[in-house]
């Protein structure tokens, strides 16, 4: 599974949320794809999903919900709102569907975090 995120301000969040912050990688890129209309995808609404999707560390739910659709194989694209912004998705991205093919990145570029973010 591919992890992205709609916008550059929730991958960034998405991703700290998981960082040491006296240990901030160095070796970070920001790689913005491009999905076409026709893509076919599979959109889950905060409603569609356990009650307990926000609880921490995530319930082993919504990982056999993400192995089931990659193993269905369905749709090339999984959208499924944030536990962090809940307004906004992120987008799961399955490498083994035949679209898969047909997303591309677009543009990459060196990314580092502002160390304001991670100040204690």
Do not use: C
């Not at 960082?19 to 409603?47: G, H, M």
């Not at 047909?102 to 973010?117: C, G």
């Amino acid at each position: 599974m591919v992890y992205t995120a709609e916008h550059l301000s929730l991958a960034m969040l998405e991703y700290l949320a998981h960082l040491d912050p006296d240990r901030l990688p160095t070796d970070l890129v920001l790689a913005q794809a491009e999905i076409p209309d026709d893509i076919s995808r599979v959109q889950f609404r905060a409603e569609d999903l356990p009650l307990d999707w926000r609880t921490y560390p995530a319930p082993t739910t919504l990982k056999d919900l993400g192995s089931e659709f990659v193993k269905e194989s369905k749709a090339a694209v999984m959208i499924v709102p944030s536990v962090l912004a809940t307004v906004e998705n992120n987008w799961l991205i399955n490498p083994v569907h035949p679209d898969f093919q047909r997303i591309k990145i677009v543009r990459t570029e060196p990314f580092q975090y502002d160390t304001r973010l991670v100040r204690v």
